[in-house]
């Protein structure tokens, strides 16, 4: 049992690049979900899901896509990277939409340049 | 949706002291709410959560109270040790709880030896 595995821990892009940060997880969690940490910003949700199908947008959505196709996998896509995605971004499931405490994974440092 | 404030931002105590740390909501319909604790360039991790039924829980030298009318909740931990020493996350679930957990911005809790 790995719980949430997120791929790569560090990634440097140029501006303009596009890339997806994979996230998987094996405890059979229906719902997932992506967020950015930024100094004195706390966890900001980007996009979540409800289950395999269904995508929904967070807080802060503009510049990332998401899809999911399967429950265990829920990757996050920078379409043109800027250097305001410069950031670290989580990867978090859960069970349940309520009362249940998030699984995070371990994340990814991105810089862009 | 959801607005969580948390206080302080900064906290540093005496080792063997003890530390609060306060939190409020907006949304009267929250009814769960967890607190992550960040160790430096590691994934936030649950270490506590109360639901809106409940007025207090304990777990060992920690321990979370709520006061549903005052929309407020806070997070006490005693004896405190070096180990503490952490950024530690409060967060609500907005709602139906769809939008996924709304985290405060954080406490640095600093253990002075």
């Known amino acids: 049992n790995a719980g949430v595995t997120q791929t790569p821990k560090f990634q440097v892009l140029k501006t303009g690049q596009s890339m997806t940060l994979q996230c998987a997880q094996d405890?059979?969690?229906?719902?997932m979900s992506w967020y950015r940490q930024d100094p004195g910003m706390g966890l900001r949700l980007i996009h979540y899901?409800?289950?395999?199908?269904?995508?929904d947008q967070g807080e802060v959505p503009n510049g990332y896509n998401v899809s999911r196709s399967t429950t265990e996998d829920f990757p996050l896509r920078l379409l043109s990277a800027a250097p305001s995605q410069t950031s670290v971004y989580f990867c978090?499931?859960?069970?349940?939409?309520?009362?249940?405490?998030?699984?995070f994974g371990s994340g990814t440092r991105l810089t862009v340049v | 949706g959801e607005n969580v404030e948390q206080h302080p931002s900064t906290l540093s105590v005496q080792e063997g002291d003890s530390a609060v740390i306060k939190c409020t909501y907006s949304?009267?319909?929250?009814?769960?709410f967890p607190w992550y604790k960040q160790e430096l360039g590691k994934r936030p991790q649950l270490i506590i959560d109360?639901?809106?039924?409940?007025g207090e829980k304990k777990d060992q030298r920690i321990a979370v109270t709520l006061n549903k009318t005052a929309k407020h909740f806070s997070l006490h931990i005693t004896e405190t040790q070096p180990e503490d020493s952490a950024v530690y996350f409060c967060?609500?679930?907005?709602?139906?709880?769809?939008?996924?957990?709304?985290f405060g911005k954080g406490t640095h809790l600093i253990i002075q030896p």
């Open positions: 978090a499931s859960s069970y349940s939409l309520l009362n249940y405490g998030y699984t």
């Open positions: 405890m059979n969690h229906e719902y």
């Open positions: 899901s409800v289950g395999a199908g269904i995508t």
């Open positions: 949304d009267s319909a929250s009814n769960y």
């Open positions: 109360i639901r809106s039924n409940v």
């Open positions: 967060a609500g679930v907005s709602g139906g709880g769809a939008d996924g957990l709304t």
